[in-house]
């Protein structure tokens, strides 16, 4: 497999395109090996059609590779010990970055720069220059502008928060301390930081000599280099913070009452002047150029005298504490927005914040919870993802896959894409080191790439669609579509008669036709063609769908087998005609993908005519899994990710055993997996589906040697009797919720697990299982 599930068949396999024997291009040698099937299904098709190959024969399935397995590599060169509290940044390029930390050997704090070149797999010492901060420890730093880390807060060496900024330029080496203006926020540690339209947003942290839990938020113009005024917002520390969708999320951290937290708090700040304007202190041109602390000492401001300045002249580099020039003496008021909590009770993938260590990142429209080791136990780890849209968890892999036991990972960092992770920490056992040297070092690094597990990374979500503010075109103001996707879904499939300019028309398998239990040896239907006419106009083949009139412009520059076969000058294929032995409508949304490079439906509000065209035109999840299936063959990885984001997305009780099918022909191997463990789960009800009965008896057999040689079906009555419908979490750690009155409720248990993975998806009819589609949709969360 090449890249994320790449299959590029060679020319020998059932894979390949089907050539007629009178076609200008293949040689003798390539004729003969033409099956006869093939030969006799294009002989008897109109010699003015082109045929391409249909799907892989099933037995193919038995050729899929590996399970997808992260690798650790182990680093060389000058290798920083375990830090604590250290800042470590992926800045592209395959270069990560480490500044400050704190070494509980030693107890010294660093202001040392590292970097990891991970395709050297080595680290080296940075020399760097100009205005070097102080030594310090739980700061954060953010990459700003693609080539420099933003450095803000900390601790210092004598245990005073830090409240300034420092600039660290990656291609000079150099320290810069920009002019900051406004109401400087009090020095923390232990924050969370994002920037986003060019502000630097900070929330929570610890501060003073108690280590008190800060509550507030504030943010840095990054063009102004001026602070906000500080709201209050939520108690955090040691946590996570993201924007997406015009909110703040703050996810993970602990509490003030120390415990760690299963909330997700989020500020909606979507058209607040306070937060999408610029801040006002300090800035030229205001109405009142009195000190802050003249012009707010009615509120309770107090000027504070400006801390002593070092050699280098910035206040963080001489351990006094440059805590803030203007300190608030009042509780500050609430964040101005809409302020949303929502705390999971109980949910089957829930991960429990107790156990094991936790990485909160975001990627694709998701919060990512990487679950590693705390102790020798791989059944407490996991990777879980929260949809921020849906706020419904499920598990992506279980750690077993991803973590070694006996490894202990300290940092977790992500590509600004979002489709890469990388795990930093050191083996439990430390190896023998030269002279007796036992101390721990970030030696060891975990690369995990997240397409993989069907996520498509933060440039093709829909976020970026999500907010747009203009009209979608000048044809269409509103559609779920880009711009010029929206308009060329106008000119799909329409006659020529009708102006549409199409020239090229594309034949399918009626879907009534379709059987995947009659394929032959090349994957092709082995019903033949009726012979077609001999009149001017021929009439399709019996089991022939009606044309789907298409442009060959757009075919040759969206789809690249079609540009290479339409370059290749064969006579049969500039008859205009072609045909693709798979169901209408997967063949009919695949063309549509070619035009509007959107595999979803359009929303529910949208009732234009664009949309009620779309919606006609847009793929069931069924047409998606067979749309997998063609990306595999064409080798279009764009689509084959869409594809897999969809249907494990929209996984469901009706589609399941459909999904893991599609999966295993198209040697998806992680999507079959997934989907043959949401039919363990949810067994009495997949078997009882239309899809299940419509397998293969091969793929049915696959299906059910899932399960281990000691694994049996428990009823509904005797999983309720173990607590395994409500939530509970049996020998692994997994349980299940299940909602409805308890029909159908079988499902299979492993008598190793004790109660299989659940996914909490249901059917949507109010007798589902879990917290997902059906009348218990909101059951496992509190929100406020």
Excluded at 252 to 281: C, H, K, N, Q
Aim: proline content about 6%; overall charge negative; some cysteine.
């Amino acid at each position: 497999m090449a890249g994320y599930g790449t299959y590029a068949p060679p020319q020998s396999t059932p894979y390949a395109p089907l050539f007629p024997p009178s076609l200008a291009g293949p040689t003798n040698q390539q004729q003969t090996n033409v099956s006869n099937s093939a030969s006799s299904r294009i002989s008897n098709m109109s010699n003015n059609t082109y045929v391409m190959s249909g799907s892989p024969m099933k037995n193919s399935r038995r050729r899929t590779g590996e399970p997808y397995m992260p690798k650790i590599i182990t680093t060389v060169g000058q290798r920083p010990a375990c830090l604590v509290n250290a800042s470590v940044t992926y800045v592209g390029n395959d270069m990560i970055y480490a500044f400050g930390g704190f070494d509980q050997y030693t107890d010294e704090v660093y202001n040392h720069v590292l970097k990891l070149n991970l395709t050297a797999r080595q680290w080296s010492l940075v020399d760097n220059y100009g205005d070097i901060p102080g030594v310090r420890m739980g700061h954060t730093s953010c990459l700003w502008q693609g080539d420099k880390l933003l450095v803000y807060g900390g601790e210092n060496e004598h245990r005073i928060h830090l409240s300034d900024v420092v600039i660290f330029d990656i291609k000079t080496a150099h320290w810069t301390s920009p002019e900051i203006n406004g109401p400087i926020p009090r020095g923390r540690a232990r924050h969370s930081a994002v920037i986003h339209d060019d502000k630097l947003f900070v929330c929570g942290g610890m501060t003073g000599g108690d280590n008190a839990v800060l509550d507030d938020i504030c943010f840095l113009d990054l063009k102004t280099w001026t602070w906000s005024r500080t709201w209050r917002f939520v108690a955090r520390y040691d946590h996570s913070s993201w924007v997406w969708g015009g909110k703040i999320w703050v996810s993970g951290g602990m509490s003030e009452d120390l415990d760690r937290s299963s909330e997700i708090w989020w500020l909606d700040f979507r058209g607040t002047p306070a937060f999408e304007g610029g801040p006002v202190y300090g800035m030229a041109g205001s109405d009142d150029a009195r000190p802050l602390g003249e012009r707010y000492g009615g509120y309770g401001f107090a000027q504070s005298p400006p801390p002593a300045l070092g050699s280098t002249g910035y206040a963080a580099n001489t351990g006094v504490q440059s805590n803030s020039a203007t300190q608030i003496q009042r509780v500050p008021p609430v964040a101005p927005g809409a302020i949303s909590s929502v705390k999971f009770i109980s949910s089957p993938n829930l991960p429990i914040q107790n156990v094991g260590t936790h990485f909160h990142v975001f990627s694709s429209g998701c919060m990512l919870d990487f679950v590693t080791p705390a102790t020798n136990m791989p059944l407490d780890t996991s990777l879980s993802a929260l949809d921020l849209d849906t706020l419904r968890w499920q598990k992506l892999a279980d750690g077993k896959d991803l973590f070694s036991p006996t490894y202990r990972w300290h940092y977790c960092c992500l590509n600004a894409d979002g489709t890469h992770a990388w795990l930093l920490g050191c083996p439990k056992e430390i190896r023998g080191g030269v002279n007796g040297d036992t101390e721990e070092y970030l030696s060891d690094v975990v690369p995990i790439d997240l397409r993989k597990f069907g996520l498509l990374g933060n440039k093709m979500s829909q976020e970026a669609r999500n907010e747009q503010r203009i009209p979608t075109s000048d044809t269409f103001v509103s559609s779920h579509l880009s711009a010029i996707g929206a308009d060329l879904a106008r000119t799909f499939n329409q006659p020529p008669e009708s102006g549409s300019g199409t020239d090229f028309t594309i034949t399918a398998l009626r879907d009534d036709d379709y059987d995947a239990e009659n394929m032959s040896e090349d994957g092709s239907p082995t019903t033949t063609f009726a012979t077609p006419s001999t009149t001017t106009t021929e009439p399709a083949p019996s089991n022939t769908s009606p044309p789907i009139h298409v442009h060959r412009l757009i075919l040759t520059a969206r789809w690249p087998h079609f540009s290479r076969l339409y370059n290749s000058q064969m006579q049969e294929f500039h008859t205009r005609r072609m045909h693709i032995p798979e169901p209408y409508p997967a063949v009919k949304a695949f063309l549509y993908y070619l035009y509007t490079d959107s595999i979803s439906s359009p929303p529910p509000t949208e009732f234009n005519s664009a949309s009620n065209n779309a919606s006609s035109t847009s793929p069931s999840l069924e047409d998606v899994a067979n749309m997998m299936v063609m990306s595999n063959i064409y080798d279009m990885p764009r689509l084959r990710h869409l594809c897999v984001n969809r249907l494990v997305r929209d996984l469901d009780v009706q589609h399941a055993a459909l999904i893991f099918d599609r999966a295993s022909t198209a040697q998806e191997d992680w999507l079959k997996r997934r989907a043959a463990s949401f039919c363990m789960t949810h067994w009495g009800r997949v078997v009882r589906t239309s899809t299940f009965r419509q397998l293969k008896r091969s793929a049915m057999l696959e299906l059910c040697e899932g399960v281990d040689a000691e694994g049996r079906v428990v009823g509904g009555d005797e999983l309720e009797a173990v607590g395994g419908l409500g939530g509970a979490r049996l020998g692994s750690g997994y349980g299940v919720l299940y909602g409805g009155n308890g029909r159908k409720r079988g499902r299979v248990v492993s008598a190793v697990d004790g109660v299989e993975e659940g996914d909490g998806e249901g059917e949507g009819d109010g007798e589902a299982d879990g917290d997902g589609e059906g009348e218990e949709e909101d059951e496992g969360m509190e929100i406020s």
